[in-house]
């Protein structure tokens, strides 16, 4: 079992910045590999990144070069950068834990999930 709590969700600006973090317990996090998955309302859950035990990254197209995940394997924590947020950044973001290779972009791949953080970005 992972138990993963998200934390650092609120309203913000367009143009600003907010970091997410996710706490993760309950085994060895260093081999756990890592995703931020977004939902706003009336759409489907999204992929957003995600992050190897290793650092190795993968982005969606949409936050590429705004967005950076990273993680502290001493911490047991992942994190998720975002700058120069937009309106449609808007979204409750979820973290979510895959115990098993390769890394992975989809939902079903990943095998538990957070409560999820709110996002808001006012233009």
């Known amino acids: 079992q992972v138990q993963l709590v998200e934390s650092g969700g609120g309203l913000v600006q367009a143009g600003g910045s907010l970091r997410l973090s996710c706490a993760a317990s309950g085994r060895t996090f260093s081999n756990v590999y890592m995703g931020w998955f977004r939902q706003a309302p009336e759409t489907e859950r999204e992929f957003v990144a995600a992050i190897k035990w290793n650092s190795v990254t993968s982005y969606a197209d949409s936050v590429k070069g705004r967005f950076t995940i990273s993680r502290n394997n001493a911490k047991n924590t992942v994190y998720l950068q975002m700058n120069s947020l937009k309106p449609d950044d808007t979204a409750v973001y979820y973290c979510?834990?895959?115990?098993?290779?390769?890394?992975?972009?989809?939902?079903?791949?990943?095998?538990?999930w957070g409560q999820g953080t709110q996002v808001t970005v006012s233009s």
């Open positions: 979510a834990a895959r115990l098993r290779a390769p890394l992975a972009v989809t939902i079903g791949d990943y095998d538990y």
